[in-house]
């Protein structure tokens, strides 16, 4: 699952680097984005693994109110579930895969967490940095990456997307010691 916004005025926003993981991984797959729950969704299979490929339609706060009903849909258990979002307390382009924790403020994590009744999923974050100076962080995510920034983050959506195949693949363990910085 891509944590994000939906919407044009927010697709180059830092808090979207979740939906341009999962667009370049649903991407690959030829099989037809549909709705279902509050959500885009695209069903495939990566090298033999089923994988639902999914994008709220609501707001990041209200990210729960896709992924608890496709969840049950699917029938996939909450440690099955992998959610791909930003990270403010990562350094720009880090990237770190680990299972469970708490939300650390983030609304699209907490929100998830209340609906799945546990944190014990999966998570792909990824680094978008501080904010500088007194800016409020809340302002900072849902701006555009900087000019400086751009080119860089097609290489690092496309490292994510490497980073999720490995978990699904591999594991934790074996994508944590290929991805994680």
């Known amino acids: 699952m891509g944590l994000g916004n939906p919407g044009s005025e927010y697709s180059g926003n830092r808090h ?27 069903e495939a299979r990566v090298d033999g693994h089923r994988v639902v490929f999914v994008k709220p339609t609501t707001y990041m706060n209200e990210t729960g109110q896709a992924v608890a009903p496709l969840s049950s849909f699917y029938k996939v258990s909450p440690d099955r579930v992998i959610a791909v979002h930003d ?18 403020g983030h609304n699209g994590l907490k ?6 009744g546990t944190g014990d999923f999966f998570r792909a974050r990824v680094g978008i940095g501080r904010p500088p100076g ?10 555009d990456f900087s000019t400086a920034e751009r080119p860089e983050v097609p290489l690092l959506v496309a490292r994510v997307a490497g980073a999720v195949t490995a978990l ?11 991805f994680n910085d």
């Open 16 to 42: 979207n680097v979740g939906f341009g993981v999962i667009e370049a991984l649903a991407g690959s797959s030829s099989f037809k984005v549909h709705k279902r729950a509050k959500a885009l969704v695209c």
């Open 87 to 104: 990270e403010l307390d990562l350094p720009f382009g880090s990237l770190r895969l680990k299972c469970g924790g708490g939300d650390n």
């Open 111 to 116: 929100s998830m967490r209340r609906s799945l």
């Open 134 to 143: 007194r800016t409020d962080p809340a302002a900072f995510v849902l701006r």
């Open 168 to 178: 699904v693949n591999h594991g934790l363990d074996v994508a944590q010691s290929q």
